[in-house]
């Protein structure tokens, strides 16, 4: 169907100041366009009479997809006990799972609350490929990825002998090639001090090895995103992340 | 051997026959019971006349058959509600025997099988044209080499560096003894037909069916794996890999007591202990070591900064190379680790001897372990299928926690078929479970010992089975077997296994990894694309497709829209 015409909802646009006013909404291949392009006698008419019509919801993060969300299915069977729904072949799969849904609820459970996209905020560049291979079994929604790089080591030798460039033509490879819209950085420095010393590292302590700090991380896959010129610039959980109180150092690197 | 022979020919080789219908004894029990060249092998579920082997590794009073039809005439259906078959530590009887041996048709004869003609082609070559693939995927086990490669004359694979012998059997040999055209069962033989009616039958089959089996899984790609899943769904029926007799009680444990997973770079890259526990990578993953044992790493200078130990019931060549290897009674594993447990922790054990191991080296381990750097315990079916399987892997990964209080320390499974990883993830992110998921009520369930493939066999609670790429004639007991001899069966593979002497229905699929591209996952749970380096013989296309086919007849069938 290449034209479709929903009547009398209830429309919210906040971008171009629409709030709640009665109006038809006009799609026609793909764009939404005035209602008089429409050929009624084509098109699908939707009567959403009492009902709200918005632009649909963006969510950037969620984790959705890859290799932590399926290793949470499998740790956790009782959570496919007594949250199915079988299915209604051929137009829905069977749904289950309430804290970590397969992948046919995550995509229909966004479509009814309204979403259209939905970025899985975290995937290591090794499992990416899995992260996709999820994504695209979601159904209904569009969906992206933001790639991790806090601890990688590749960009941390880049970053600790300071050749910026390098590191910015390292992250766009790494954008390319996994297929990811944007940079993430978890706890950064902090994976790659456990794996060393058994121990995560705060915002100015030095990581062993590199000796640099998380806030070099910030600061210079920052400035790499300034240079790619990147959308979305950099997605940043900062450190001493799961510490109660942590606000604080989260507040720190704005300074 | 097993695994060349089963590569370079078939399971109807007398090669294969050579590699697993003997019985390996220790010379005493051999010489204590006067046996001349065979040996009577008997219990409650069988019998079997076989070769007896003189091998001194072998403990007194064990009889080591490997893993194959003949083993199964043996093996106990009883899966203790785990799915797992009791497929090793079997009580059986032992005696001298005349009689003669019993041959691959003898067993396929008392286990029901439904015709015993085998129409084996070899795809055909064209040779000419010289060339060379970089970057192969080695499509055998869970350590899918990516390293290979591989020079071509034409379609024929002339040359494997950097794969291992089993690697190189089946590159070079891929193009034997295969299913070449589809065939379907009419008054007791086989008719070669085409590939649509194949298909329809295939079809008829599962839609006509109350509770279809389909299995197998492992050994094919992803994308194939995901209309298996489709297919149970739209049949109400179930799927199962052959995860469940291999690390199913892997994936058990870990829904009991979580997990502590790292992949093949941290081993590489940080591992200066390395754990090979009730597995022997030398013979069964060739290149394990060689890629992650002896390389050097950034943190670790390679095997001389690496300490290896090896736990296992007999002295395997990896235990040959190993710092420490110690030598655990079979089916004890679990008292082993509880006593590390209690030596990381400083208790007191109070028996000189556990599992057969004397204190001292349990507690020499346990202290390995704490000075570890990082450690990495790669672990097989000897610890899963043995003993109280499922809850020796709790054990483990309950070792492995406590010594994370110390270091830093985690756990990889040595997955057998190259893809039984993906298997368990496309099931994990489609029904939420790791394999045999029954969608009876519409919806995904597992229910361990119920519905799992060992069961639903041996118990008859399906009424039609779909293979793919598997040969559960090879590997299950005799009571499970014994049921595909009475339902309808269509198998989907790229050669003649022992499945297909059950089939009604056998439709040839391409090798994915060889002939069609495809995602497999590594045992670390990282997917690695799978390159196809040669067209599939005339007519025959990948399992994805003849799946999708399927699914799309089936969903016609079930008027739900093809």
């Not at chain 1, 010129?229 to 109660?244: A, E, F, Q, W």
């Not at chain 2, 065939?183 to 086989?190: A, P």
């Not at chain 2, 200066?272 to 992650?292: C, K, M, Q, T, Y």
Request: proline share 6%.
């Amino acid at each position: 169907m290449s034209e479709i015409l929903v009547k009398n909802g209830f429309v919210y646009d906040p971008i171009n100041g629409i709030n709640g006013e009665v109006l038809d909404i006009a799609v026609k291949d793909g764009k939404i366009v005035d209602p008089s392009q429409i050929d009624l006698s084509k098109a699908l008419v939707v009567d959403a009479r009492g009902k709200v019509v918005m632009p649909g919801g963006i969510d950037i993060h969620s984790h959705i997809a890859g290799p932590k969300v399926n290793l949470g299915r499998l740790m956790r069977p009782e959570d496919h006990y007594l949250t199915n729904r079988p299915h209604d072949l051929p137009r829905r799969r069977a749904e289950t799972g309430l804290t970590v849904p397969n992948v046919f609820r995550i995509g229909y459970d966004y479509a009814r609350m309204g979403y259209t996209l939905v970025v899985e905020p975290a995937t290591p560049p090794i499992g990416t490929r899995h992260t996709h291979e999820e994504l695209d079994d979601i159904p209904v929604i569009d969906k992206a990825a933001f790639v991790l790089v806090d601890s990688n080591w590749l960009a941390l030798d880049l970053i600790a002998e300071g050749s910026r460039e390098l590191l910015a033509a390292y992250l766009a490879w790494l954008l390319s090639a996994t297929k990811t819209y944007a940079l993430k950085l978890v706890d950064p420095g902090s994976d790659v001090a456990w794996v060393i010393t058994g121990r995560g590292v705060d915002l100015d302590e030095q990581i062993p090895v590199y000796n640099i700090t998380p806030r070099d991380i910030i600061r210079e896959i920052g400035s790499a995103a300034q240079m790619l010129n990147l959308p979305h610039k950099l997605h940043v959980h900062c450190n001493r992340l799961g510490y109660p109180g942590n606000y604080l150092t989260t507040l720190r690197p704005w300074r | 051997m097993q695994g060349i022979s089963m590569e370079g020919e078939s399971k109807w080789s007398t090669k294969y026959f050579d590699a697993v219908a003997f019985a390996e004894m220790n010379p005493g029990d051999i010489s204590a019971l006067r046996l001349r060249d065979r040996v009577k092998v008997h219990n409650e579920h069988g019998t079997v006349i076989l070769r007896v082997k003189p091998n001194a590794k072998i403990p007194r009073g064990q009889v080591f058959v490997p893993m194959g039809p003949w083993a199964n005439m043996l093996t106990d259906p009883n899966t203790d509600a785990t799915g797992m078959p009791r497929l090793k530590g079997v009580k059986v009887f032992v005696e001298p025997t005349d009689e003669p041996l019993t041959t691959l048709t003898d067993v396929l004869k008392l286990l029901g099988a439904k015709n015993l003609e085998v129409y084996a082609g070899d795809a055909p070559l064209k040779t000419g044209v010289r060339r060379v693939v970089e970057n192969v995927v080695c499509p055998f086990c869970g350590d899918l080499c990516d390293h290979l490669v591989l020079e071509l004359d034409g379609n024929k694979v002339v040359r494997n560096t950097g794969g291992c012998a089993i690697s190189s059997a089946k590159f070079l040999n891929y193009h034997k003894h295969r299913i070449l055209k589809p065939y379907i069962r009419e008054q007791g033989g086989l008719v070669e037909v085409n590939l649509d009616k194949a298909l329809d039958k295939a079809a008829d089959i599962l839609v006509s069916s109350k509770y279809p089996l389909i299995f197998g899984l492992s050994n094919t790609d992803v994308e194939a794996n995901k209309y298996a899943i489709e297919l149970a769904e739209l049949t109400h029926g179930v799927v199962d890999s052959t995860s469940v007799f291999c690390h199913g009680p892997t994936a058990l444990a870990v829904q009991e007591v979580g997990t502590a997973r790292c992949t093949f770079g941290v081993a590489i890259n940080l591992a200066d202990l390395v754990v090979f526990w009730g597995s022997n990578p030398l013979e069964a993953h060739p290149n394990h070591v060689a890629r992650i044992v002896l390389r050097e790493g950034r943190f670790v200078k390679g095997r001389k900064e690496r300490m290896v130990v090896v736990v296992d019931a007999r002295r395997t060549p990896t235990a040959d190379q190993a710092d420490l290897f110690i030598e655990v009674e079979p089916g004890r594993d679990y008292e082993l680790l509880t006593a590390l447990r209690m030596a990381v922790r400083d208790l007191d054990i109070e028996a000189p001897l556990v599992a057969g191991v004397p204190r001292d080296k349990v507690i020499e381990l346990a202290e390995m372990m704490r000075a570890a750097r990082y450690g990495v315990v790669f672990f097989g079916v000897g610890l899963t299928m043995t003993g109280a399987k499922y809850r020796n892997i709790v054990a483990l990964i309950k070792l492995v926690h406590e010594l994370n209080e110390w270091t830093k320390f985690c756990i990889i499974p040595m997955r057998g078929h190259y893809n039984v990883t993906g298997a368990d993830q496309a099931s994990l992110w489609t029904t939420g479970y790791p394999y045999a998921v029954s969608y009876a009520r519409g919806f995904p369930k597992m229910i361990i010992g119920v519905t799992s493939a060992t069961d639903l066999l041996a118990s008859g609670d399906v009424d039609s089975a779909l293979i793919v790429a598997s040969d559960p004639v090879a590997h299950l007991p005799r009571r499970a077997v014994e049921h595909l001899a009475k339902i309808p069966v269509v198998v989907i593979d790229a050669k003649w296994s022992l499945t297909t002497a059950f089939a009604d229905v056998i439709i040839p699929g391409a090798y994915a990894g060889i002939e069609c591209e495809g995602t497999a996952y590594r045992m670390d749970d990282v997917p690695i694309r799978l390159k196809k380096i040669v067209d599939p013989p005339p007519g025959v296309l990948c399992d994805s497709e003849v799946l999708g086919r399927l699914v799309d007849r089936v969903k016609a069938r079930m008027r739900c829209g093809a």
